[in-house]
């Protein structure tokens, strides 16, 4: 089993940064794919990045393409999502995810959740 615990969540105005942290436990973190995912109000889950085990390859969403980047820290097994330029339809609850196959966008995949954190984005 590995729990997820996000962190780093607020209100910041357009322009600004956040980095987002999410914290693993549990079995070895290094050889899961993380992903980060984001749900607004009344929306579905959207994909944002994921980073890969062993190489930390990295994949983005164009809509955050330039602005977001993933990161990983598997001695502290910390993975973070510094986001810049932060824009109002950025707002949303972001979750960090786990994988344990073939990294992969689709959040049907993964295997293990956060409990989310809130990012909110004013005009």
């Known amino acids: 089993q590995v729990q997820l615990v996000e962190s780093g969540g607020g209100l910041v105005q357009a322009g600004g940064s956040l980095r987002l942290s999410c914290a693993a436990s549990?079995?070895?973190?290094?050889?899961?794919?993380m992903g980060w995912f984001r749900q607004a109000p009344g929306k579905g889950r959207e994909f944002v990045a994921f980073?890969?085990?062993?190489?930390?390859?990295?994949y983005y969403a164009d809509s955050v393409q330039g602005r977001f980047t993933v990161s990983r820290d598997n001695a502290k097994n910390t993975v973070y999502l510094q986001m810049n330029n932060l824009k109002p339809e950025d707002t949303a609850v972001y979750y960090c995810?786990?994988?344990?196959?073939?990294?992969?966008?689709?959040?049907?995949?993964?295997?293990?959740w956060g409990q989310g954190t809130q990012v909110t984005v004013s005009s």
């Open positions: 549990g079995r070895a973190f290094g050889t899961f794919t």
């Open positions: 980073i890969r085990p062993g190489d930390s390859n990295t």
């Open positions: 995810a786990a994988e344990i196959g073939v990294a992969t966008p689709h959040a049907e995949r993964y295997d293990y």
